[in-house]
């Protein structure tokens, strides 16, 4: 079986489960097992494969076929230039989750030595590109989940800034030290609201609920924030959270509790994505 044979019955497979950009996933899967790249493909398409390797191919299509995303058959995402590994005990980083680092990247600018906090850290996304595109800052990562954590340290030495993040598990914040302050609180929390999420479509509804399940109202995560934030956050400190479309209002009206100076960003489709608060 060739390269180019073995992508045909790929291609084929996806197709008849009505699966979108059948061609794309099928070399993109294929290159994850052999470990080349897609150009790789199409240059050595007569390349005869091993029959355990096509075996293998194979079996990941039929994942995909069957609703698995991508990003866990081939444990790779990319985010903010950089490469993550992920599996079923991740939320799959999403471009719009950019909007979120970029903006803490603005807000910190030249600044060094601040203490940073990544609440629900997930594969450690957020905070492996703080500490990668910024200097000398302090970088503490939580997360309840100790499977997401193993994956978080992975990504993080894999990414070489390992030395620079304290990874912390704990349920939101009950394992912090109070003594322990943070100018910047950022996070991408769960906020889908409990019964909008057997709507979703099948491949989000494969990412583990605990984080995508906000609560009710999809803002159980956000009030905790609100209510530790000032505990933790430093006077001056500045929270960035990530938001669903129809959050803006929602989560504003908490904020504006505690904080006056609350600014919104938009993603690149024009959605509300990021809330600021000072």
């Not at 019955?9 to 950009?21: G, P, R, S, T, Y």
């Not at 950019?98 to 910190?108: D, F, N, P, R």
């Not at 994956?151 to 030290?177: G, Y």
């Not at 494969?206 to 956000?222: R, T, V």
Request: aromatic content about 8%.
């Amino acid at each position: 079986m060739t390269i180019k044979q073995a992508l045909k019955v790929a291609i084929d497979i996806l197709k008849q489960f009505n699966i979108e950009n059948p061609i794309q996933i099928s070399k993109i899967v294929l290159a994850s097992v052999l470990q080349k790249s897609k150009e790789y493909l199409v240059i050595n398409e007569e390349e005869n494969l091993l029959e355990e390797t096509y075996k293998e191919f194979i079996e990941k299509i039929r994942k995909i076929s069957q609703g698995m995303p991508m990003q866990y058959v081939t444990n790779k995402q990319e985010f903010m230039g950089m490469e993550f590994f992920v599996d079923e005990n991740v939320l799959i980083p999403r471009a719009d989750t950019e909007i979120l680092v970029e903006e803490v990247l603005k807000i910190i600018d030249k600044k060094e030595k601040l203490s940073i906090l990544d609440m629900c850290t997930g594969s450690g996304i957020i905070a492996i590109s703080i500490a990668k595109y910024t200097k000398n800052n302090r970088i503490y990562a939580v997360d309840i989940s100790n499977k997401a954590l193993e994956i978080a340290k992975k990504n993080a030495i894999n990414n070489n800034v390992d030395k620079r993040i304290e990874f912390i598990a704990s349920n939101m914040f009950e394992k912090l030290n109070s003594n322990n302050k943070f100018d910047i609180i950022v996070s991408n929390p769960p906020y889908i609201e409990t019964e909008v999420i057997p709507t979703l479509e099948s491949q989000v509804q494969k990412e583990p609920k605990i984080a995508l399940d906000g609560g009710i109202d999809g803002l159980d995560f956000y009030r905790d924030i609100l209510v530790n934030s000032k505990k933790y956050l430093k006077d001056n400190g500045t929270i960035c959270l990530e938001i669903g479309y129809n959050q803006k209002k929602s989560v504003s009206d908490l904020l504006k509790k505690e904080y006056s100076n609350i600014y919104c960003k938009k993603d690149l489709a024009g959605n509300d994505r990021v809330i600021v608060a000072m």
